[in-house]
């Protein structure tokens, strides 16, 4: 019986493609004003671009401007200098957020609300789709009777059912213990393979970005520029004690290193080719 998440793959997104890219920066910069008048540059120059179903991770130093480019893509701030396109894109933010007072299908169902269907509808909408990502029993449960990686699935659910094309995440599974974390990773490399999208990934974990990614960007210290990309090109699903993982792990951590420096931008060779 075939599966309400779509039972398809997306194509690789390094095969030859006729549809242009999902996401489009060339030279994006984005500063904000201090109270006393100056201006702190979050990003510079940055361009980057993500294929139709692609996962792209985007690691960076903590202040470098990586919530701000999600914000970007997402319509929720405008560049000062340079071009921007992308397909329609919500952001999932750090922070769950789910409402208190509403059950857990009440939550995921927000988004098919906010779009136009009925409470009935929407709900039914997001039932459906509960057994599926591991949460079938907890639909009337309160969000603060679900675990950690249980409110984080419920969050998904609610961007997944946005319907938009691209999804922004923002460090999803920061606030998570190790253990639950990789559960995580691993559940949500199997949620995308049944219902593609195009995913921007934000973390601050090397090895969960080489895990997860088909391509990985690395962003230097404040203001945020990319110092490298590195083309993932490993056989899923992926083992972090693999030599693969282990070969870019590293190779990512010394473009990090190499950012910190303020050393000049670079182009990382893909692996597994």
């Known amino acids: 019986m075939p ?3 779509q039972s398809r793959l997306a194509p690789h997104p390094h095969e030859a493609v006729l549809d242009p890219p999902a996401i489009v920066l060339e030279g ?54 340079g071009t921007l396109s992308s397909a329609a894109a919500v952001l999932m933010p750090q922070r769950d957020l789910l409402l208190p007072w509403l059950s857990a299908v009440e939550n995921a169902a ?37 675990s950690g990686g249980m409110r984080q ?4 659910l609610r961007t997944l059912l946005s319907g938009k094309p691209v999804l922004c995440l923002d460090e999803p599974f920061g606030a998570l213990d190790a253990i639950t974390r990789a559960e995580m990773q691993a559940w949500l490399a199997q949620a995308l393979a049944r219902e593609p999208r195009t995913v921007v990934l934000v973390t601050h974990d ?42 870019l792990r590293e190779r990512a951590l010394a473009l990090l290193h190499d950012g910190a420096r303020g050393a000049g931008t670079g182009v990382g060779a893909g692996a597994g080719e």
């Open 3 to 5: 599966s309400q998440l």
């Open 28 to 81: 994006v910069t984005r500063a904000y004003r201090e109270r006393g008048g100056g201006a702190v540059r979050a990003l510079q120059e940055v361009s980057l671009h993500a294929a139709n179903g692609e996962l792209l991770a985007v690691v960076g130093p903590s202040g470098c401007g990586k919530t701000t480019l999600l914000e970007l893509i997402c319509g929720l701030q405008a560049p000062d200098s």
């Open 110 to 146: 927000l988004a098919p609300r906010i779009s136009g269907l009925t409470r009935g509808q929407a709900r039914r909408h997001a039932e459906g789709l509960f057994a599926e990502l591991g949460l079938h029993g907890f639909e009337d449960s309160r969000p603060g009777e679900l």
């Open 153 to 156: 699935r419920v969050a998904f």
């Open 206 to 247: 090397v090895e969960e970005a080489v895990l997860l990614a088909d391509r990985l960007v690395v962003l230097s210290a404040r203001p945020g520029r990319v110092v490298g990309e590195l083309d993932v090109r490993l056989p899923r699903p992926r083992v972090r004690t693999d030599a693969g993982v282990v070969g």
